[in-house]
């Protein structure tokens, strides 16, 4: 079976988005590092966030498996964000569904 590139772009999009938040994140932690106020439950979260998008757009872009994993459960978790996130989850999850982007991550033993 021959993969349709294509198909993967917006995918591929989507994860150079992640890894651009994630950079934004890691610049906006950077700024404030001399804050005492650090430390902060906001600033851990933005941390964990911040490290979770980066590591999910690199996994995308890399193709591995766990980088899908990591996608689909981003759009699980943005289906909260509503309308807005519910909206773009839900898409995003169909056209995953639809063009079969799974197979673009190594599953199915199939040879990229």
Known sequence: MILDYE???PIKTFGIVLITIGIAGCLTILTKWEDPEI???AWVFI???TMWHLVTGIGIL???K?????LKLYLYVLYLGIPIGTLLAKRIL?????NEIELFFGGRG???
């Open 7 to 9: 198909k993967f772009k």
């Open 39 to 41: 430390f902060t439950s």
């Open 47 to 49: 941390a964990l966030m």
């Open 62 to 64: 890399v193709r591995k």
């Open 66 to 70: 766990w980088g899908f994993y990591l």
């Open 94 to 98: 169909r056209y995953i569904k639809e």
């Open 110 to 112: 199939l040879e990229l």
